[in-house]
């Protein structure tokens, strides 16, 4: 079994020195300093500080690696560590390693750091007062990579695949030329009379392999919870923001909430909201009318996710004096090059109409609910009925003509309590 195991080590020792001499020029579009979706943790100082022997906490989790021209790489983790038998005490960890890479002629990355400089911070507040700080050093072996612009975000992004093929999330580029620490060993070690690592430098002078920090790492962004979240309130939140939604105070319109155009955008020439940049899909979109249709009840898990009288709230008109006025009052303050021209004098008015919470409300009891968006997207569902769709385009003006007959269609369908397919 031993002699197995040498022999595994060793063939994997092999193979790593065949792939690091079999290698290729590095490509440049993986320089840069990379981060995931969270953005807030990056390389650099604002992660780890080498002189001090201080990690910062980032506000959020996730990841980033950056990459140099001439073969360095620096990375810094932030994990939060779940805990499902004593949810309660969850569990914190952030590592910091920097060495030199080298891109394989099979297009993988073997990541080589420098031993004696990597850090790592474990919390665990329920076992332990103060943090854990240690040494960390783990090279690193990626299979393959791809850099390419993000048909969604519309910026670079790198898709890191470790050494099984298994995917990490995605990172967005965020410095170019990286920020990262000095490329070089930066606490170096002198071997000790009794073989161990010894720390140099005044600062770290009496420093072992471990030290404690005062307070748990985790703090800020693990804390706990003393109060249950209503799931009704922070619905009536959404519907607020969603409603006020969002517009630049400028001729120019935002390409997209996430494109880096606008990193550099004024903060006062923006009208936050927070309906502005957030994303879903048409599936999702669907469970949730869905969940209208059955009275606040998930009709796959069967979770009450809200009260039947909420609802019936949303679904109760709330201006009662302008009843079949709404539609055909016409759109003045919308920007004109956003509208169709058709749609200036308002819709025709056929029947019955009102205003629930956030949407147009139609019937002779009220109880289709409907509303627009901006790139003639439309949701509706008959309670009556127990019917529900959604029409999604990124077409603009608003009132489209080619946009028309299918939104006529799909209105028709939900009116009559149709089936719609596709």
């Given amino acids: 079994m031993l002699q197995s195991l040498r022999t595994v080590l060793f063939t994997s ?3 790593l020195s065949i792939t690091t001499a079999q290698t290729s020029p590095i490509n440049p579009q993986l320089v840069g300093t990379w981060s995931t979706k969270s953005h807030q943790v990056f390389t650099g100082p604002g992660f780890y500080d080498p002189v001090n022997e201080k990690m910062f906490e980032p506000s959020l989790t996730g990841f980033s690696y950056s990459f140099t021209a001439d073969g360095f790489y620096e990375e810094a983790y932030y994990r939060a560590i779940s805990n499902p038998t004593t949810p309660q005490c969850p569990q914190g960890i952030m590592q910091w390693q920097h060495g030199t890479y080298v891109q394989a002629a099979n297009g993988s990355l073997l990541l080589t750091p420098f031993a004696v400089d990597g850090r790592q911070l474990l919390s665990n507040p329920c076992s332990y007062q103060n943090a854990i700080y240690t040494r960390y050093n783990q090279s690193e072996l990626f299979l393959k990579y791809a850099v390419f612009i993000d048909p969604y975000h519309g910026v670079l992004r790198l ?4 050494f099984d093929g298994s995917p990490l999330n995605p990172m967005y580029i965020a410095y170019s030329p990286p920020e990262m620490l000095p490329t070089q060993t930066l606490n170096p070690t002198t071997a000790s009379a009794t073989g161990g690592a010894k720390a140099t ?3 770290k002078s009496k ?3 471990f030290e404690e920090y005062d307070e748990p790492m985790n703090k800020n962004v693990l804390g706990k919870r003393n109060e249950p979240i209503h799931a009704d309130q922070w619905w009536w939140v959404g519907v607020g923001m969603t409603a006020i939604g969002g517009y630049k105070i400028s001729e120019n319109r935002i390409p997209h909430p996430y494109k880096s155009e606008r990193v550099d955008t004024k903060d006062e020439e923006i009208f936050h909201s927070g309906g502005d940049g957030l994303l879903s899909n048409a599936p999702d979109y669907c469970q949730i009318l ?3 249709l059955n009275n606040g009840k998930s009709p796959t898990t069967h979770a009450h996710i809200f009260q039947a009288s909420t ?5 109760t008109n709330q201006i009662p004096d302008w009843e079949t006025k709404y539609a055909a009052a016409g759109y003045p303050i919308s920007p004109p090059d956003l509208v169709s021209l058709a749609l200036k004098d308002g819709l025709p008015v056929k029947e019955r109409q009102g205003w629930g919470l956030n949407f147009l409300l139609e019937g002779g009891n009220l109880q289709r609910g409907s509303a627009p968006g901006l790139t003639n997207c439309l949701w509706g569902i008959h309670r009556e009925k127990g019917v529900g769709g959604m029409l999604l385009s990124q077409i603009l003006p608003f009132g489209d003509l080619a946009v028309t007959p299918l939104r006529i269609d799909v209105t028709g369908k939900l009116s009559s309590g149709d089936q719609i397919n596709g």
């Fill in 159 to 162: 898709d890191l695949y470790e």
């Fill in 13 to 15: 020792a092999a193979l």
């Fill in 311 to 315: 609802i019936d709230q949303m679904f």
């Fill in 207 to 209: 420093r072992g392999l």
């Fill in 290 to 292: 869905a969940i209208l």
């Fill in 201 to 203: 430098g005044k600062t």
